[in-house]
Antibody, heavy 114, light 113 residues
Framework: EVQLVESGGGFVKPGESLRLSCAAS????????VSWIRQAPGKGLEWVGR??????????EYAASVKGRFFISRDESQNSLKLQMDSLKDEDTAMYYC?????WGQGTLVIVSS | DVVMTQSPLSLPVTLGQPASISCRSS???????????LYWFQQRPGQPPRRLIY???NRDSGVPDRFSGSGSGTDFTLKISRVEAEDVGIYYC??????????FGQGTKVEIK
């Protein structure tokens, strides 16, 4: 059974940083394209970014709203994906989901507020 | 960027009756490889989204056959043949033909009358 488990969310102030992690079981993330998608409270879904598998070039793409502040990386030793979030803004407050194919994690909540 | 527009945004339905959600894209979703990367997701209250349909009309594993997807080009539809209580939630369409970024519709809230 495929499971994705996000962690690392929390309460931070504007301008601070946070690092999210997506740990996988039942699937080798090294062979998968993996995305981060977020959902602000009471709002719709917003794609944040995606990491292609290395066999497809390994490129990483970001939404314009986070480009230059968020950075996706892989940790193959832990079968996980990371999302480094710097210079956080109030509008980054959201549940952050890790997604690959049809599989979604339960999400981790990030709250940015002064 | 591609814009996805869903209608209606709210859909009250009677149990056992059909329901239909429309999704329109600002440009054709036919990829140069011939495929159309249009997806449908269901989000039940308090739950993460769940993919129901991929590439317009293919049901994901475990999805009841009362759900069906259709359409082409810029116009797509999700139909529920007979609504059940567990179908309450918000439904999103999403395109992955033109990326980045993937683009989601605003969501359609399905509730029981």
């Amino acid at each position: 059974e495929v499971q994705l488990v996000e962690s690392g969310g929390g309460f931070v102030k504007p301008g601070e940083s946070l690092r999210l992690s997506c740990a996988a079981s039942g699937i080798n993330l090294a062979n998968a394209w993996v995305s981060w998608i977020r959902q602000a409270p009471g709002k719709g879904l917003e794609w944040v970014g995606r990491s292609r598998r290395m066999s497809d070039g390994g490129a990483i793409e970001y939404a314009a709203s986070v480009k230059g502040r968020f950075f996706i990386s892989r940790d193959e030793s832990q079968n996980s994906l990371k999302l480094q979030m710097d210079s956080l803004k109030d509008e980054d407050t959201a549940m952050y989901y890790c997604v690959t194919g049809s599989f979604w994690g339960q999400g981790t909540l990030v709250i940015v507020s002064s | 960027d591609v814009v996805m527009t869903q209608s209606p945004l709210s859909l009250p339905v009677t149990l056992g009756q059909p329901a239909s959600i429309s999704c329109r894209s600002s440009q054709s979703l036919v990829h140069s490889d011939g495929n159309t990367y249009l997806y449908w997701f269901q989000q039940r209250p308090g739950q993460p989204p769940r993919r129901l349909i991929y590439q317009v009309s293919n049901r994901d594993s475990g999805v009841p056959d009362r759900f069906s997807g259709s359409g082409s080009g810029t116009d797509f539809t999700l139909k529920i043949s007979r609504v059940e209580a567990e179908d309450v939630g918000i439904y999103y369409c999403m395109q992955a033909t033109h990326w980045p970024p993937w683009a989601f519709g605003q969501g359609t809230k399905v509730e029981i009358k």
